[in-house]
Structures are given as C-alpha cells and as structure tokens.
C-alpha cells in the first residue's frame, strides 16, 4: 500500500464511450501525475499538476481530459478512444513538481482497454 | 533528444548477485532514482542517487558516475521475490523525470 489508489483496476470501453479514472493520494503532497505504461516501452507522462495547477501536457490528444479539484485527487476523462490507447494508467504523487528531486508514489493502475 | 538505455531481460539464479545497467544522455542532471514493479503492480521506490558512489541499501546497492552517464543496480543473495521489473529514470535540469523502458529479471530456482 503505497497511499496512493486508483479506481478502477481494470476498463473495458469502446471508442464511443466516456469514462473517468480516479486518483486519490493519502500522503499530503502537493504534486499529482498521470502516466500511460505500455508494454515494454518507457513510462510516458502525460500531465503534471503542481499545487491544483497544470503544469505539464505532453503533447496529449484532447481525448483525454484531466481534472484536478484539489491536491488530494486526480482524474483523467476519457472519451473516443482509440484501441492504441489501451494500455496500463498510472497515477503518482510526490511533495512537488518543479523543483527538487522528489520520489514518486505510484498507484496500482487502471489497466485500459478499449475496444 | 533524451535517452535512457537498459537492458530489456536478465536472468540470474536464486542465491547469486546480478547487476543492472543504466545509461543516460540528458539534458542536465538532478538525481537518479531505481524502481521495483511486479507484474501488475505499482512502482516502488528503491534507491535515490544524486552524487557519485555507492548507495547501500540492505541487499540492494546503487552506484552512480555522473561523468559516464552511468548507474546501475546491485542486487545480492537473490531471492524468487525479486523477480520483477526495474525501471531506471533520471531528473533532467527541468527536474523532468525522464524514464528508461525497464528491465525484466527473472531468477531461476
């Protein structure tokens, strides 16, 4: 248990559907992020927040759509997905994001697939 | 651009010592951290190096030379436990965390 959880462990969708991953951090700490882990590839971020704010969009299609309401939870909504997407969402935290060299905690994941 | 490269796959046996690679070309450097993952888990923190040396950590060490671009990971008197993913990932000079692809160890009994 590393205080960081994510629901739901597994999604199946399809390209029309729209969902949303959950993120919730237990540790207190301001920074939260999503990652895409794809088989035998490396992490890829996808976006930071820092204290509620966007600080990082790496190029991410608009089909998926980030929601910081506090520095406690994280969501990533998704709509029309592509199968490419299918993959395992990691959701992080750690005490910040721009500056310092801080440990991340991970989540469990949501393993996507889409259909 | 900025790379991390390890091996993709080692295997070692139960009771010996293995070592895992790292190397990196990044923009800047502030800190290199390794990773655990099991099979459908999350990442855990193993080790955090920023300066060069040695990082001992019960069975695990951490090595780092910042003038090679170099880590690697040290595991001794294997367990089946430790049969997992290791990720290595490097804090660039925007304290970006750029990560390699990981590598898979399997120990044999």
């Known amino acids: 248990e590393t205080g960081v959880t994510q629901t739901p462990r597994h999604l199946v969708m399809g390209m029309t559907n729209k969902k949303s991953l959950k993120c919730e951090q237990h540790?207190?700490?301001?920074?939260m992020y999503w990652y895409k882990q794809s088989a035998k590839k490396p992490l890829e971020l996808m976006f930071v927040?820092?204290?509620?704010?966007?600080?990082e969009n790496n190029s991410v299609p608009s089909r998926f759509s980030p929601e910081c309401p506090n520095s406690s939870h994280l969501f990533l909504h998704l709509h029309t997905l592509q199968p490419e997407d299918s993959a395992l969402y990691l959701c992080a935290s750690s005490q910040g994001a721009t500056s310092g060299s801080y440990e991340q905690y991970f989540g469990p994941g949501t393993r996507l697939t889409v259909t | 651009g900025q790379n991390i490269d390890q091996p993709t796959e080692m295997t070692a046996t139960e009771g010996a010592i293995v070592q895992i690679n790292c190397t990196y070309q990044t923009s800047g450097f502030n800190g290199l951290f390794w990773y655990q993952q099991h099979a459908g888990e999350a990442p855990t923190f193993l080790s955090y190096?920023?300066l060069d040396g040695l990082e001992e950590k019960g069975r695990f060490s951490s090595f780092l030379s910042r003038s090679k671009g170099y880590s690697y990971l040290l595991l001794k008197e294997l367990q089946m436990k430790d049969s997992a993913s290791y990720l290595c990932?490097?804090?660039?000079?925007?304290?970006?965390?750029?990560w390699g692809a990981g590598t898979k160890l399997i120990i044999k009994p």
């Open positions: 927040y820092n204290f509620k704010e966007q600080t």
């Open positions: 190096n920023v």
């Open positions: 990932a490097v804090y660039d000079s925007n304290y970006q965390l750029i």
């Open positions: 540790l207190g700490h301001n920074a």
